[in-house]
């Protein structure tokens, strides 16, 4: 009773029929390549506008950005980054490798999972659009706090929102999903306990998106009437407070950030143990932390708002948690650690990447902690130090873990091994360009040069010399990438079933490229002593 | 129930890509109809709101076709108890991201009740706003006079809200004993409960628009009368437009009873409907507690 693509007339023109198997898929396969696609495609377009703020920053001055339009760069980077890379990035990664490592058919909701997918392309068609209009795109930063957004945000604010609630949807219903997926479709013997580390990141970040997704839609929601109805939500006037916008939004925000990288921590622990050729180190308390880490994120949202003035009493409880959430964190560091202790290890491109998120993110984990200081983050706070603290755990995490993870299961995915020689050389030129960009970033924000601002004071000049350069590399970088995906798409060694020597799980017992339809009578796990 | 022993994937389907272009439609058409329709005009013209409506046709006749192909999977028994399952957790985990969307709009009033008011009023170390910008202005909720001085009237909690309680909770008692009668195989009771509880929804929504009416004639009570107004008008529209489409699932429930669709074991739809209508009766009791009475 499976489905095939192929009950479309094939009378068609065969372009016609192309462009419907690709819009009306259910497969959890063809959308895991859709939204890889879609992300990869932002990747550049968010990347492009990260090149001419670079460029503009290069030397003090203003030199090719009116300060309005480099304001509008800034949003839309953020935002394309954060809501078109790194979640489809991660979505996608989710659709192709869950149900494969589970032992299940699909996903649980195919048609959903479809509608999920085409809901992106429409919303970022409308948030793009913006940048064409009269007034320009949104000019307030990716955190668009209230009033730069609503009383002095610009008309095409009202498309931004519209896109939001698109988004938020989209997410949403590929959350319900993916716990749906993951909860109800495992194979017989696959208990919780034994899911692959991937597996259960994702349901956690699912659980979360579920959780902040609707809070963002509700923030967007009162921007619209701030703007059009005359609510005073964010209006002192009117009763309201704007740092009510910003405690909503963190509320979203602090969440969406673990949900930026709970994915990247599981791709960290599946690749590891198989390049040590040793069990994962602590798969347990691997589990727990996970969970922790998901329950604190809810009540540390305040560090972004310490200089807002909050009561004392919040600020010290909001340092203290923040901290606390160090802890679980710094668990997942050292069992990773641990797990490369004394293994026989490989250092295969995947390997390389994913031992590079360990080292950057601890980096970006560490500089949180100095955020997290309340006296501290008042020096801190709205400079380019912070700037250095979210590219770390961003880009040599979430961007670095998804990069792993598409070399890891590209060979899965194709059926070809990628070329390893040129895989080395994007590794080793993208981690040097990537500490290039944003180390220096730490000292021109220690010294006091704030964020989203197009000019700069003399003093900062060097550190941002180097920024620029290394931001330039780190694009040239990933044009590489490109290339070496699509030479893999296109041919290459012939992959086996398992890949990777040391390779373990469902995943690696389907044939290499994976067929269309996968464990559509669900294999049987043996039972092995934990 | 016996179904095909495998997990059904359904061949590809066009439904979904109509509901994501009718959502563009009607996101499109929305930000036009509401800036041509208020003061922050960027596009001239009117067509705003028939792209809008046009929108919402669309997406009702994606959810017309796509719910369709699935009743008549249902019905060939290609729903097996573990898509069965699949179909029950997918809904349940819809209505928790709703509880958050309302938790949004709840933590705004409780901000503003504990936290905005009282500051503005100089409650705490916040003396400074109060007494160079609004030195007048009093912490009393509901809010009468804004900051700004823009003034309203309260709406009472004893007149028709509490009708309208009465009316939600009957309504999901009245949805329990439907279910109660389908699982019995007693198909007139349960047509008769299941119409009483459209009834009800449908009265309470009138109702609603009386009291809507009331408020912005009569109180002065309108969403521009500062954050009273405001988060009085977010909370119960919203949850207004949640009875609405929870009442029109009902209906096409009703509908489906009518025709034969539900055996007692087998009314995942019937009984996904009547989750979302207990949901939406929560909420009104939160609403009502919150809102209304204290
Ligand atoms: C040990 C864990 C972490 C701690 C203690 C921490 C702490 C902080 C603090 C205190 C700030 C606010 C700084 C300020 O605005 O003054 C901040 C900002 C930020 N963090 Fe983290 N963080 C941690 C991990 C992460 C992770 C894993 C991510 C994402 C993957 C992340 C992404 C961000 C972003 C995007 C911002 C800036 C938001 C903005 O203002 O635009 N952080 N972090
Ligand atoms: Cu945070």
Not at chain 1, 185 to 205: H, N
Not at chain 2, 73 to 88: C, K, N, P, T
Not at chain 2, 120 to 130: C, I, M, Q, V, W
Not at chain 2, 252 to 268: A, E, Q, S, Y
Request: glycine share 8%; charged share 10%.
């Amino acid at each position: 009773m499976s489905a095939h693509a192929d009950n479309i007339p094939s009378s068609r023109h065969p372009l016609v029929s192309y462009i419907a198997r690709w819009l009306l898929t259910t497969n959890h396969k063809e959308i895991g390549t859709l939204y890889l696609c879609l992300s990869f495609t932002l990747f550049f377009i968010a990347g492009a506008f990260a090149m001419i703020m670079r460029l503009e920053l290069f030397a003090p001055g203003i030199q090719f950005t009116q300060p309005d339009f480099y304001n509008q760069l800034v949003t839309m980077h953020g935002l394309i980054m954060v809501f078109g890379v790194v979640m489809p990035g991660f979505v996608g990664l989710a659709n192709w490798m869950i149900p494969l490592m589970i032992g299940a058919p699909d996903m649980a909701l195919p048609r959903l999972n479809n509608f999920s997918f085409w809901l992106l392309p429409f919303a970022f068609t409308l948030l793009l659009s913006t940048l064409f209009m009269e007034g320009g795109a949104p000019n307030f930063g990716w955190t668009f706090y209230a009033p730069l957004s609503t009383t002095y945000g610009p008309p095409s604010t009202d498309f931004f929102i519209l896109g939001v609630h698109m988004m938020g949807i989209s997410s949403v219903a590929g959350a319900i999903n993916i716990i749906v997926t993951i909860i109800n479709l495992r194979a017989p013997g696959m208990t919780l306990m034994r899911m692959p580390l991937f597996v259960w990141t994702w349901l956690i970040t699912a659980f979360l998106l579920i959780m902040v997704m609707p809070v963002l839609a509700g923030v967007v929601t009162m921007m619209l009437t701030d703007r059009h109805f005359g609510t005073s939500f964010f209006e002192a006037s009117g009763g309201g407070d704007p740092v009510l916008f910003q405690h909503i939004f963190w509320f979203f925000g602090h969440p969406e950030v673990y949900i930026m990288i709970l994915p990247g921590f599981g791709i960290a622990s599946q690749i590891i143990p198989t390049f040590a050729r040793k069990r994962l180190f602590g798969y347990r308390s691997m589990v727990y932390a996970t969970v922790l880490i998901a329950v604190l994120s809810f009540v540390v949202w305040g560090h972004h708002m310490f200089t807002t003035g909050m009561p004392l009493f919040g600020e010290l409880f909001f340092m203290y948690a923040t901290m606390l959430i160090a802890v679980p964190t710094a668990v997942k560091v050292f069992n990773w650690v641990a797990t490369m202790w004394r293994g026989s290890m490989t250092f295969e491109t995947p390997m390389l990447f994913a031992i590079a998120f360990v080292m950057m993110f601890t980096i970006g984990g560490l500089s949180g902690l100095m955020l997290a200081l309340v006296p501290a983050d008042f020096q801190y706070h709205d400079t380019f130090f912070v700037v250095a603290h979210f590219h770390y755990v961003l880009y040599p995490g979430a961007i670095f873990g998804t990069m792993a993870a598409v070399y890891y299961w590209l060979p899965k995915w194709t059926g070809h091994m990628y070329d390893e020689r040129l895989g080395k050389i994007h590794f080793w030129v993208a981690a040097f360009a990537v500490n290039l960009t944003f180390f220096p970033m730490h000292f021109s924000g220690l010294a006091g040069m704030p964020r989203r601002i197009v000019d700069y004071s003399v003093q900062f000049a060097d550190f941002n010399m180097m920024s620029s350069i290394g931001a330039g590399l780190l694009g040239l970088t990933q044009v590489l990438f490109l290339y070496i995906v699509v030479k893999t798409i296109r041919g290459g060694q012939k992959a086996t079933a398992q890949v990777w020597e040391g390779a373990e799980g469902l995943e690696w017992t389907v044939p290499s490229p994976a067929p269309f339809h996968t464990f559509e009578t669900p294999p049987v796990i043996a039972a092995e002593e934990d | 129930m016996s179904g095909t022993p495998r997990y059904y994937v359904p061949h590809s389907s066009v439904w979904p890509i109509i509901g994501s272009i009718a959502l563009f439609v009607t996101a499109f058409g929305a930000v036009n109809f509401i800036q041509q329709s208020t003061d922050k005009v960027a596009t001239e013209g009117e067509f705003g709101a028939l792209i809008f409506y046009a929108g919402l046709a669309m997406v009702a006749f994606m959810m017309f076709g796509w719910f369709r192909v699935v009743i008549m999977e249902s019905m060939q028994g290609l729903v097996s108890r573990q898509l069965d399952r699949s179909y029950r957790m997918g809904m349940v985990w819809f209505i928790v991201s709703e509880v958050m969307f309302f938790a949004a709009f709840f933590g705004t009033l409780f901000y503003a009740r504990v936290i905005s008011v009282p500051w503005l009023a100089g409650a705490g170390h916040r003396l400074e706003t109060h007494l160079l910008l609004w030195p007048d202005f009093a912490d009393v909720w509901p809010l009468f006079m804004t900051p700004g001085g823009e003034g309203t009237q309260a709406m009472g909690a004893w007149g028709l809200p509490l009708i309208n309680t009465m009316i939600l909770v009957t309504s999901s008692l009245t949805v329990t004993f439907a279910h109660w009668a389908l699982k019995k195989g007693r198909r007139g009771a349960l047509i008769v409960w299941l119409a009483t509880t459209v009834t009800l929804g449908f009265t309470f929504l009138t109702l609603q628009v009386v009291e809507y009416i009331h408020a912005y004639s009569e109180l002065g009570l309108s969403l521009g009368s500062g954050i009273y107004g405001s988060t009085f008008f977010m909370l119960t529209g919203f949850h207004g437009a949640h009875v609405t489409l929870g009442a029109i699932m009902l209906t096409v429930m009703l509908l489906r009873c009518i025709k034969g669709h539900f055996t007692p074991d087998n009314h995942f739809a019937f009984e996904a409907a009547s989750w979302y209508w207990h949901f939406v009766d929560v909420v009104w009791l939160f609403l009502f507690t919150f809102v209304y009475w204290f």
